[in-house]
């Protein structure tokens, strides 16, 4: 996989939660966490079970769903990583 993309990716979504100013902590640690995650993913050496790519991707999707109403720069990056992570087989 072309990590290049991610990466921007990540560092895109990064700006914007620092950016975001009305998301409350809990939101916040969650979009924080799926990050750690997307780095997760992007160090690994090994392929991660399916189950455990399965749960990821729900929970991107999930976050996606969650803020693309109020958060919509949010919900653009967090879908440009899902996008990535799709067509690199995740």
Do not use: C
Not at 14 to 27: C, G, I, R, V, Y
Not at 72 to 84: E, G, K, Y
């Amino acid at each position: 996989m072309d990590n290049s993309d991610l990466l921007d990716t990540l560092e895109k979504l990064h700006q914007e939660l620092k950016q975001t100013e009305n998301l409350d902590d809990e939101s916040r640690q969650q979009l924080q966490h799926l990050m750690g995650d997307m780095r997760t993913v992007l160090e690994r050496e090994e392929p991660a079970s399916t189950e455990e790519d399965d749960s990821f991707i729900e929970q991107l999707g999930d976050a996606i769903q969650e803020y693309e109403v109020s958060h919509p720069s949010l919900t653009a990056a967090l879908q440009h990583a899902l996008d990535i992570l799709s067509g690199a087989g995740i």
